[in-house]
């Protein structure tokens, strides 16, 4: 029976892993044996699990849904003893001169289960979600964050509308909701195209005529036959404008509104496209090199991108015309990043369990849609 690339590729980096956990067992002691005992068992579990029918490989199907778990868990292995699979070797920080940062990293706070979805807020806030405690937190510059609203239904990107309202992709029911501060009342803005449901809506960006862009992956639910990107305008309509990107994540908008970016997760590639006016795009074009698979992104006030890359643990920073500038190491794997805080050039990132902030010269770009636009 001939054995698609797929199979082989994934076969072989697990080889690979085993290799490699041979060479390292005997360096630990023989207290770790056992850890790394129950650890490689571990990993051989969660292989199989994908492995339905029991043939020792993984079919197309198969594979796409291990892959899907390897993003959302991208350290398989937790164990220190043991060398996580599938991560890129640790790379050093370079530094931009005129960018940043000014300083090393700062852990804000732990202890969460997994940060997601930056947003900033009025008056120097950060909002961020947890998303699968189901949780919106805020942080206001000192202390610890504070839990904001509750039972979220895995609402995972986050931006904040020009009445200081939570606009979210909420993963639950695969919808666009809108949530008001004061009463915590929940409106869901859209939640399906054509007459399907979406597959399971995951980040967005706001234009300053008030509409949403936002992507619609297929990492766990396929509802909708394509990975789609749609626009959902302030007279609510919902366009979509991409169905050939391989799992849309992260989308940000150019300073000028001009061009739309959107990070595939499965291709691990940044492309641009064009924007004739909102909610009309032009062709797209792939941008730079985005040497591993992404996952969120925000944009500076002079263009340049930032760009998380979970598995090599770090954000890549690049020029507005794809050229990599410099690169930022975070300790645990980022998710995605957003400017705030009171001058607008602290650069929040959530990762995993934490939220880190490093302090640069240049301020981000926030978008506050007009109060006037219908609703």
Known sequence: MPTNRSTVHCRFLLLI?????????PTIGKSQDVIYSQEKSKAEERWRRFDKNGDGKLDDEEQKAFRQELFRNPRILPAPTVLPIFMEPAARSRPVPELGPMGEIRQIQTGFSFTEGPAAGRRGILFFTDLTSNRILGWGGQGKAEVLVENTRGICGLAVDSKGRWIGCRGEDG?????DPSSKRIEVLAKGYQGLPFNEPNDLVLDSRGGIYFTDPSFRLRNQKVDGVYYFSPQRRIFRLIEDVDLP???????????????SSGAGALMAYPVIKPGRIGPGVRLGRVPVAGDGLTVDSLGNLYVTQPR????????PRGQELGLLTVPEPPSNC?????????LFITARKSLYCYKMKVAGISFRPATKNRK
């Open 17 to 25: 892993c085993a290799g490699l956990l041979s060479w390292v067992r």
């Open 175 to 179: 919808s666009i909701v809108r949530i």
């Open 249 to 263: 994540n992260g989308v940000a908008l150019s300073p000028r509104e001009d061009i739309l970016y959107v990070l």
């Open 312 to 319: 090599a643990g770090s954000i890549l920073i690049l020029s």
């Open 338 to 346: 957003e400017f705030g805080g009171s001058d607008g050039k602290d």
